[in-house]
């Protein structure tokens, strides 16, 4: 079984032609972790000669210093580098999930195209390190998935109309989650549905490292003059944004940047990386990602959500396997933030949203 994959590249364009920066990238991330190039060329399989020039070659083509060797202190990354460091990320962060998603429905498409071709088992997922790592795991069992990642109101919305057999579900557990379920709910009455539990994840504010504008809390946001990373409308993260604002008794113009939106947790913290914003709210693995702090509001609880009749499905059935494997739950409980409390328990959502959620 062949599988799709589409990956974002940075390029310069130069007088001889285009030139890909991903090598020069993966130096420039090795030189900062080891400290001097020597080290780092040796860890990428490079000779120093060849490494050095390299670096040379991408400093005359960009018209920028890259690294500051100084003798006795080894290398020390250039703003420059990290800029690029950090538009690498950022492209990656913005992009990667896009174009997973649409990879997923090109292959969707040439599947139908071959009358013994194994159909998709479609999810529409929010973006996520313990869905990401679910569909490496499905990859490696040969497991014929496609990922679409969609905003939560849009992936239940899509599963209620049958475009997907799969579709995310997260909540907040304590006070904000019957509102949220409320809207949820409206989506996908009528049917009966099962909820997998994937995990239980942190989610919060993502702020710059060492919290220069030593915020607290969500409600020292309206009125201030911090920049926010928002997220989509119709995400999860956007409807607790929304919650946690009305709680405050300000209104949306109330946040600058209120209107930036990112489509992913990770690109809300590389944008912030990046220093275009002050702060985010997003999952705390995506603020370790980005070497960002994190300030803790509320657990969510993670699941994926099926049709009760999709319960005899082969491939719903191999995914739960997966799930429910010790290999999988140790990679989600070495995910930062996150916590496999249930990975895997299978329950009818009726009864699921009646435990107690606090």
Same mark, same amino acid.
């Given at each position: 079984m062949?599988?799709? @994959? #589409?990956?974002?590249?940075?390029?310069?364009?130069? $007088?001889?032609?285009?030139?890909s920066?991903e090598?020069?990238?993966?130096?420039?991330?090795?030189?900062?972790a080891c400290?001097?190039?020597? /080290?780092?060329? &040796?860890?990428?399989?490079?000779?120093?000669? !060849?490494?050095?020039?390299?670096?040379?070659?991408?400093?005359?083509?960009?018209?920028?210093?890259l690294?500051?060797?100084? &003798?006795?202190?080894?290398?020390? %990354?250039?703003?420059?580098?990290? &800029?690029?460091?950090?538009?690498?990320?950022r492209?990656?962060?913005?992009?990667?999930?896009?174009?997973?998603?649409?990879?997923?429905?090109?292959?969707?498409?040439?599947?139908?195209?071959?009358?013994?071709? +194994?159909?998709?088992?479609?999810?529409?997922?929010?973006?996520?390190?313990?869905?990401?790592?679910?569909v490496?795991?499905?990859?490696r069992?040969?497991?014929?998935?496609? #990922?679409?990642?969609?905003?939560?109101?849009?992936?239940?919305? =899509?599963?209620a109309? !049958?475009?997907?057999?799969?579709?995310s579900?997260?909540?907040?557990?304590?006070?904000?989650?019957?509102?949220? %379920?409320a809207?949820?709910? $409206?989506?996908?009455?009528? &049917?009966p549905?099962?909820?997998?539990?994937?995990?239980?994840?942190?989610?919060g504010?993502?702020? /710059?490292?060492?919290?220069?504008?030593?915020?607290?809390?969500?409600?020292?946001?309206p009125?201030?003059?911090?920049r926010?990373? !928002?997220?989509e409308?119709?995400?999860?993260?956007?409807?607790?944004?929304?919650?946690?604002?009305?709680? +405050?008794?300000?209104?949306? $113009?109330?946040?600058?940047?209120?209107?930036?939106?990112?489509?992913?947790?990770? =690109?809300?913290?590389?944008?912030?990386?990046s220093?275009?914003?002050?702060?985010?709210?997003?999952?705390a693995?995506? /603020? =370790?990602?980005?070497?960002?702090?994190?300030?803790? #509001?509320? @657990?969510?609880?993670?699941?994926?959500?099926?049709?009760?009749?999709?319960?005899?499905?082969?491939?719903?059935?191999?995914? %739960?396997? #997966?799930?429910?494997s010790?290999?999988?739950?140790r990679?989600?409980?070495?995910?930062?933030?996150?916590?496999?409390?249930?990975?895997?328990?299978?329950?009818?959502l009726?009864?699921?949203?009646?435990e107690?959620?606090?």
């Amino acid at each position: 079984m062949f599988r799709l @994959t #589409i990956y974002p590249q940075l390029r310069v364009r130069l $007088a001889g032609g285009d030139e890909s920066l991903e090598r020069l990238v993966a130096l420039l991330e090795r030189v900062e972790a080891c400290g001097n190039l020597q /080290a780092a060329s &040796r860890e990428l399989g490079l000779s120093y000669r !060849n490494a050095w020039g390299h670096i040379k070659d991408a400093e005359r083509s960009l018209g920028v210093p890259l690294l500051d060797m100084t &003798r006795g202190r080894g290398a020390l %990354l250039t703003e420059s580098s990290r &800029r690029l460091i950090l538009g690498e990320k950022r492209l990656l962060a913005r992009l990667g999930p896009l174009l997973e998603t649409m990879a997923s429905e090109l292959q969707h498409e040439l599947d139908e195209a071959v009358a013994d071709q +194994t159909p998709q088992l479609r999810v529409f997922a929010s973006h996520g390190m313990a869905v990401a790592a679910l569909v490496e795991f499905a990859v490696r069992a040969a497991l014929p998935l496609g #990922i679409s990642y969609r905003g939560s109101m849009e992936a239940m919305a =899509a599963l209620a109309r !049958n475009e997907c057999e799969i579709a995310s579900f997260h909540m907040p557990l304590g006070d904000l989650a019957e509102p949220v %379920l409320a809207r949820y709910m $409206a989506l996908i009455k009528g &049917r009966p549905y099962m909820l997998a539990d994937v995990a239980l994840r942190s989610l919060g504010l993502i702020v /710059a490292r060492g919290n220069p504008h030593g915020i607290r809390s969500f409600d020292d946001l309206p009125g201030s003059a911090l920049r926010f990373a !928002n997220r989509e409308r119709g995400s999860g993260t956007r409807i607790i944004f929304d919650l946690l604002l009305a709680r +405050t008794g300000h209104g949306p $113009a109330s946040i600058l940047g209120v209107d930036t939106v990112e489509l992913t947790h990770a =690109a809300v913290a590389a944008y912030i990386a990046s220093g275009k914003a002050d702060a985010g709210l997003g999952i705390a693995a995506s /603020a =370790a990602q980005f070497d960002l702090d994190f300030l803790p #509001i509320l @657990t969510e609880r993670y699941g994926l959500i099926f049709s009760a009749e999709a319960m005899g499905n082969a491939n719903i059935a191999a995914l %739960l396997g #997966i799930m429910q494997s010790a290999e999988y739950q140790r990679a989600v409980q070495a995910i930062p933030g996150y916590s496999c409390n249930n990975t895997g328990r299978v329950t009818p959502l009726v009864d699921a949203l009646t435990e107690r959620t606090d």
